[in-house]
């Protein structure tokens, strides 16, 4: 399925010289049949964009084409344009860092922005995390206020991902901060993806006449819209199976009866699913016919076509090339990605100042 023009996009990797993966794999344990699947096109030899940076987790795009970038432990914000320019425009108050997963996750541009110069963020606090929105007049943040709180946090499990849809309404990923009975509680705003208006009401449609939207999810962290419209979700499982789930309202996404596929009457089951040493997903983006997916422990970028509500063989690019691989986000205008690593946290396995932002161009 190829992406119409106005939605194509592109993608972010660093490093001349990357080899692709082996070729097409199967995911073990998935029971969807996706027929067969023409790869439209492919992610091609990566470029930098910007290095030096420490825990890039959110990236939001602004009407200039510029992006706007969080880093989570630093709790600061930045401009960067494609040419690789990099400024700070300011630090979010009133977060803390749980010594883990929580701090200053996503940011998102308001679709208005031109009018109101609205930006959200979701970050950790000291009573939980919460979602707040600043005004960004090109140069700084101001005025910080908080739409939404109530949100548990734990050092780990804390969601982060947020998003306006083409609905115009804020979407938001929210972990079960390891107490995975709240996945299930739909009274609870943990292990859930939370549908808003700019405000943090309910938007109008919500099944449960609240923000919740879909619940029985473990830790998210990633969601994007097709070309259709159709809502996908990539979530971190916990020893077994992690999840390419596509979203519709209402329906219970199984944790934590259910990790992976399963016969439990009243679980919606993922679309794929991947052994969690092999994903560990966060962000995920769509471009051109596919689903890319960032993975975390599995550091891989994914790639999964989609027709209508299937989705076809997974491919892996880039394995233990780049280490973990933390945001994608497709490109407004182009046929690429952006790209991002989050080696500098606490997996070891990086120093503050050595992530990278990437750039693949789709081939």
Partial sequence: MALASALAIGLLISAPGTSHGAGPRDVAGTRHAAGT????????????????????????WLPDGSALLTERDAFKVYTLTRDGTKRQVGEVPNVV?????????SIAVSPSWNADHYVYVMHTAAEGNRIARM????????????????????????GGRIKFG?????????????????????TSLNGKILRMTPEGKPAPGNPFHSLVYSYGHRNP????????????????GDQTYDELNLIEPGKNYGWPRCEGSCSTSGMTDPKRQWPVAEASPSAVAYADGAIYMAALRGERLWRIPVDGASAGTPKAYYAHTYG????????????????????????????????TVFQIDLT
């Fill in 166 to 186: 083409p609905d115009g309404y804020l979407y938001a990923t929210t972990g079960d901060a390891r107490t995975p009975d709240l996945a299930q509680d739909r």
């Fill in 97 to 105: 860092t749980t010594s883990g997963e929580g701090g200053l996750l």
């Fill in 324 to 355: 973990r691989l933390r945001t994608v986000e497709s490109v407004p205008g182009t046929k690429s990605l952006w790209l991002t690593t989050t080696n500098a946290d606490n997996s070891g396995e990086g120093e503050p100042g050595s992530d």
């Fill in 221 to 236: 962290q990633g969601i994007t819209w097709d070309a259709q419209g159709r809502l996908w979700e990539g979530e971190l």
């Fill in 37 to 60: 699947h023409h790869l439209a096109s492919e992610p091609g030899s990566p470029r930098t964009v910007s290095t030096g940076w420490s825990v890039p987790w959110g990236l939001s």
């Fill in 135 to 158: 005004t960004f007049d090109g140069s700084a943040l101001a005025d910080y206020k908080v739409v939404v709180d109530g949100i548990r946090k734990n050092t780990y499990h804390n």
